[in-house]
């Protein structure tokens, strides 16, 4: 009889997941009716039925999440609570020195920089009528990590926001491919981030792609998973050629590299995933 108790309290026992902050989480739960809802972080994640029964969700960790325990609930017609243990990145620290025109701003700017912020933003919450999958299919571009995501930023001596995307130098005029369809959100030439595309891909998953030197694609076009965003470039606050690549998803800043996968059938088979760290 105890035996049996102890299988049965296995079997609706709550599984362990653990993540990085910036990271996106895979969690899966077999045999829960395909209508329930995942919740965590006070918010409703994006979940697909798998075969056989059962639901995959997944789950973004903000950078600055704080490191703990927390609840992640299934309800369906019966309800699960998980655990996810969220641990501190390890996160490098970078210096650069710009121009003074890039580091202090008159009122004329500061004024650009927060229309930028905010048409940025908005697209964050934009709803996109897609379902696509929530993994990227490879890299935007070739290159070498010039700063990886969550870096502590220092500018000209000043402690700046986290980074929260990953930089990849690569030449200027490199094409820019898109790691995952969707539909172009925004297409802007910003202040801070230079031309920038933002790309909605559904499920609440956003990219953003900064820096580049001209556009190949245009607001409110729907792209394929590899078709050409524009190319590498300089463009504003940048100290040479590269793409800053940031994802959203849900409320989180995540790191893109944890979106990465396989995928010998996608377009960009082609593009390996290993990249060269600069330091
Ligand atoms: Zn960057």
Redesign the pocket.
């Known amino acids: 009889m105890a035996v049996f108790l102890m299988l049965y309290a296995n079997h609706a026992d709550a599984a362990s997941w653990h993540a990085v902050q910036g990271d996106v989480i895979e969690v899966t739960l077999t045999g829960i009716d395909d209508t329930a809802t995942l919740t965590c972080f006070g918010q409703q994640w994006p979940v697909k039925p798998i075969a056989g029964g059962g639901l995959r969700g997944w789950i973004g960790v903000d950078l600055k999440k704080k490191a703990g325990h927390y609840p992640i609930v299934w309800q369906g017609k019966k309800k699960y609570t998980d655990d996810l243990l969220v641990q501190a990145g390890s996160f490098r620290i970078s210096r650069i020195t710009v121009k003074k025109s890039m580091s202090q701003f008159d009122a004329k700017a500061v004024k650009r920089i927060h229309h930028d912020q905010k048409m940025l933003r908005q697209t964050y919450s934009m709803n996109v009528d897609a379902s696509p999958e929530i993994k990227m299919n490879g890299l935007p571009v070739q290159g070498i990590v010039s700063?990886p995501f969550g870096a502590q930023r220092y500018v000209n001596g000043k402690a700046k926001s986290p980074?929260?995307?990953?930089?990849i130098a690569a030449a200027k005029g490199t094409p820019l491919l898109a790691p995952l369809g969707g539909k172009i959100l925004l297409r802007e030439a910003m202040f801070l981030n230079g031309n920038t595309v933002v790309i909605g891909h559904g499920n609440g998953l956003v990219s953003v792609y900064?820096?580049m030197n001209n556009f190949a694609v245009k607001q409110g076009e729907w792209i394929k998973t590899g078709q050409k965003l524009g190319t590498v470039g300089q463009t504003g606050r940048s100290t040479g050629p590269?793409v800053?690549w940031?994802v959203h998803f849900g409320t989180a800043r995540v790191n893109p590299m944890s979106l990465l996968k396989g995928n010998a059938e996608s377009p960009m088979a082609d593009r390996p995933y290993k990249l060269k760290q600069s330091r």
């Open positions: 700063t980074h929260s995307g990953v930089d900064c820096h590269h800053h940031g």
